[in-house]
C-alpha cells in the first residue's frame, strides 16, 4: 500500500524519524547519504527521454556483497540507498528490480534460468570512500534488443509501480494487487506491447499456447524449442501477471503508457476477479487464433463476436483510457503528441 504523503521531517519513507509512519513494504533498509564512508550509499537513477533529465529509481533493491558479507536495502523515493554495514575492503553494488510487491524477471536469450530470477545489474566494484556511488541507467536505442535497454525499461517498469498507485489513490480509482511478476521478453511477436493474464493471482494459473506465441516468445525464433515447450508445459509462466515486449525504440513517455495500460488491467483483474478474467484471457486468445499471430486485428478482434467482443471492448478501453490519462498526468507538456 502506497503512503499518503509524510509529515514535515517524514520526508524519507524508508528510513523514517520518529513520530513518522512506518516504512511501506517496498522498504527493506537506510537511504540517503551517509557520514560513515565505509559504509556504501548513493543514488540510483534511469534517464527519462522526454524529461531530458535522469529521474530515482524508487524503491528497488540495492546488494552490497563481499564473499559472505552481504547487505540488503532499498532506494527511496529519491532514489538513495544506505547500507547498514561497514565493508573496509572493496565491495560489490549490484541493482536488483524488485521489492516487497513488485518483481521483474526477463527473457533475452534461450537459457532458461533466466525467467527464474529477477532481472539484477552490477553497478560496479567500488573501494575507498563508498558514501557517495551512483549509477544511471540508460537507453540503448541502437540495440533495443540488448541488455542494457532491457535494464532501461525494468528500472522504469519500477517508478511506473509507485506511481500508479499514487495516481489510481489520487482518482478514487483501484490501486495494484501485491506481489505482482512481470515478465521483460524480447522475443514476443507483438514488439511494444504487453498483457496482463495475472497468472500469478488467478485460478488457473495457465494461458494457451498461442496466447504465450503472441505475448512472449514468438515459436519463428530459432533456438528456443526447449524455453517454448516449459512455456506451453506451464512451468515458466504459471506466476507471471503481466509481460512486456521492450524490444522497441519507445519515448519515456510510451514505455510509462503502456506500463499504466498493463497495471490498469491488474487493478482491473482485482476488482472483477477469476472468472470474469479467464474469460478475458480465452477471448483475446480465440482472436489471435482467428485474424493469425501477425493479423491487423490481433488480439481485440473487429467486434463482431458478441460477448467475448463486449469484454475485450471493455477491458482495452479501460486501460487504454487510464494509460493515456496517466501519462498525461506524468508528463504533461513534455509528452509526445499523442498523450497532449
Known sequence: MIPTLPAPGCDDPCNPGPGCPLPPPECGGGSGETLDKKKPAGKITVWDSNLGMEVPVKRTRVVARRWFKIDVVYTNDQGEFK???RFV???NILVKF???NITIH???TPRLWQMWFPIKKGIGIYSGNLSNISYRFNQNTLEPHSRTNRNWWAAQTMNSQVEFNEMAAANNIGGLPSFLRILLTGWANARGAGSAPMNGHRNPQIVPPLWINYFVLNPAHTGFAST???LYNGILIRKTDMTIGYDKNLQS??????IYHEMAHAAHYNKVGDNWWNELVNAETYEITRFGLNGAQSPYGIGDDGEMSGRIAL???WAEHIGRVMTDTKY???SSAQYN
Open 83 to 85: 547500507c547498514n554495514k
Open 89 to 91: 575492503n572493496k565491495v
Open 98 to 100: 524488485l521489492n516487497n
Open 106 to 108: 526477463g527473457l533475452r
Open 228 to 230: 517454448l515447450n516449459w
Open 253 to 258: 513517455d510510451q514505455v510509462k503508457s503502456l
Open 315 to 317: 477491458a482495452e478501453s
Open 332 to 334: 504533461g507538456i513534455t
